[in-house]
């Protein structure tokens, strides 16, 4: 009786403090910044022309990642079903290639990578005006839940 209860506890408790799967698993991807983007260099870099995308990691290499993230986070449905996302996107200087900033957001979801998406447009473009510091920009996305900060944006 007492191990039954147990046990139910733990069902419980895992339940309830379950990961919402629109959110990056902090312990997997806590974020990794790019050591090369700097608030003194980001004419050079994030805000230069194409310089994210020649800094973007292979398919090949993300698709391996996003595989073996569905594994171990247990993911349902498909590999098709997901986007292997950078936390902190490159245009905010985050590490392109760095597992620890990578993660699998959902296409479909609540809150989905389109959504994603939209605020890392939006804090970019803040962040290249310079209405905004890197370490701002950054800070929106190391947030526990960018969803909030989407939020604060857009006022959903």
């Not at 989905?112 to 962040?127: H, I, T, W």
Request: net charge neutral; glycine share 4%; proline share 8%.
């Amino acid at each position: 009786m007492r191990r039954a209860s147990l046990a139910t506890l733990l069902f419980i408790s895992s339940a309830a403090s379950a990961q919402p799967v629109y959110l990056p698993d902090a312990a997997i991807s806590p974020g990794a910044l790019n050591p090369a983007v700097r608030q003194d260099n980001l004419s050079e870099t994030v805000c230069a022309p194409g310089w994210t995308q020649s800094i973007r990691p292979s398919a090949r290499y993300v698709a391996q990642l996003k595989r073996a993230d569905m594994r171990s986070l247990n993911l349902r449905g498909a590999a098709h079903d997901y986007h292997e996302d950078h936390r902190v996107p490159l245009c905010a200087g985050g590490h392109p290639s760095d597992p620890r900033n990578l993660w699998p957001q959902p296409l479909e979801a609540q809150w989905r990578d389109a959504d994603k998406n939209m605020l890392e447009q939006s804090v970019c473009r803040q962040l290249c005006r310079g209405d905004i510091t890197l370490e701002e920009a950054q800070r929106i996305f190391l947030a526990p839940d960018w969803t909030q900060e989407y939020e604060r944006y857009f006022q959903r």
